[in-house]
């Protein structure tokens, strides 16, 4: 299987990357800097430049003949929300995406890949308090909802002979990045706990369960439409603080005030403080097995504490 990747210097990425060499097939990645890309990635990767993908589709040269996209290309969310990160944050994917398609119309049908697998987000469903949401619940009307839709929409364009899979990944647990690094440093301090309250649900994954959900996704014809990337026992905030602080050996009773995040992260501290309860169903469906299905076993992986 030959599979073009975007986005594959990032945590993600490199995964995925690492996952679908192992198994044999071929790994195109499409990269703005190559010479940091070859850094990060190695000699078994095969570059191409896309030096601006919110303004132009990359080279058919990348495209033509491989069987499947990973799309994972877009701005980190986890930063404070100011009015340029928010317009970088929307334009990296919506553009970046429109680009890609843009991309994979003007190639022959024949040659063509298969398969486009979108990196998406829960973020689609917007804040929804304790309520089970699977994939066909409603999109939520915050601004990342908002982009996440949009960013959906420009996937979802119907390109003759390409299956779109909409991967919408959760929190991904992994020292290396993402939210999980951000809460390391104080609980390892002592001085980690619940945020707001701890009720709020946190749609966590393990790393290892993201990189097979989005292997699945590329080869299974029936994956198609949106596929809720979250284990499939989501936990609270408290009980997510308090599985950690017994991984570490540490206090985890210290509350966080919602104001307190709100003053560090403004507009983007939202995430954290609604939060989503989300349900796998379409995983489920399509028979993937979980590796890791319980937080504090997940956790003790990831951080080596087994």
């Known amino acids: 299987m030959r599979v073009v990747v975007t986005g594959a210097t990032g945590m993600i990425g490199r995964a995925c990357v690492a996952a679908i060499l192992s198994r044999g097939d071929e790994v195109v990645s499409l990269v703005r800097d190559t010479a940091r890309a070859r850094g990060a990635l190695g000699e078994s990767v095969e570059l191409h430049s896309w030096p601006d993908p919110k303004q132009a589709p990359p080279s058919p040269a990348a495209l033509e003949h491989a069987d499947a996209v990973l799309h994972l290309l877009g701005e980190p969310i986890a930063q404070r929300w ?77 390109v003759p002979g390409i299956r779109v899979a909409l991967t919408r990944t959760g929190v991904v647990l992994s020292p290396q990045g993402g939210a999980l690094a951000k809460m390391l440093p104080p609980f390892r301090m002592g001085v980690g706990g619940p945020v707001a309250g701890g009720r709020q649900y946190v749609p966590w994954i393990h790393l290892d369960d993201v990189v097979g959900s989005m292997l699945l996704c590329l080869g299974d014809d029936r994956a198609a439409g949106p596929v809720n990337l979250a284990a499939p026992a989501p936990v609270t905030n408290g009980e997510l603080s308090k599985a950690l602080g017994r991984v570490l050996n540490r206090p985890a009773v210290l509350p966080v005030p919602g104001l307190a995040l709100r003053a560090l992260y403004g507009e983007m501290a939202t995430i954290v403080l609604t939060g989503q309860r989300v349900i796998p169903a379409r995983l489920q469906q399509l028979g993937y097995h979980f590796g890791y299905t319980e937080i504090e076993p997940a956790l003790r992986n990831v951080l080596g504490r087994e």
């Open 82 to 158: 100011t009015g340029k990160a928010k317009r970088e944050i929307r334009d990296s994917r919506v553009l970046g995406t429109r680009s890609l398609v843009t991309g994979l119309e003007a190639i022959s049908e024949e040659d063509r890949p298969r398969a486009l697998v979108s990196q998406s987000a829960v973020g689609y469903y917007g804040p929804r308090g304790d309520e089970p949401v699977d994939e066909s619940a409603t999109p939520g009307t915050d601004f990342l909802a908002e982009v996440v839709a949009d960013w959906e929409h420009e996937a979802s364009r119907s």
